[in-house]
Nanobody, 126 residues
């Protein structure tokens, strides 16, 4: 069973930084992509970036590129989301996700992600 556990959120100041972690288990970490999503209350969840563990490629939503950085620690089965220069619009619940079909393991298409963590809340105060 795939398990994804996010951590690292909290109450932060505008202009600050935070690093979120996603620990994955129950899947072949070196083959499965891990994506980050966020959801503002009352709005749809949006994909913000993806680590394709198969080859180390990283993709970002254009609106966050340059402020957000995704990285990984293969030995720890962990993908990180470093968020810099935070602003109020970054306030959301952040989730990591993985595809749940072997055939889609290397995908970074957001609709292909269907295994989710519980999320971690990031609140940015101004």
């Amino acid at each position: 069973e795939v398990q994804l556990v996010e951590s690292g959120g909290g109450l932060l100041q505008a202009g600050g930084s935070v690093r979120l972690s996603c620990v994955a288990s129950g899947l072949a970490f070196d083959r499965y992509s891990i994506a980050w999503f966020r959801q503002v209350a009352g709005k749809e969840r949006e994909g913000i970036g993806c680590m394709r563990n198969r080859d180390g490629s990283i993709f970002y939503r254009p609106s966050v590129e340059g402020r957000f950085t995704i990285s990984r620690d293969i030995a720890k089965n962990t993908v990180y989301l470093q968020m810099d220069n935070l602003n109020a619009e970054d306030t959301a619940r952040y989730y990591c996700a993985a595809p749940d079909k072997e055939a889609l393991a290397g995908s970074c298409r957001y609709p292909d992600f269907s295994s989710w963590g519980q999320g971690t809340q990031v609140t940015v105060s101004t």
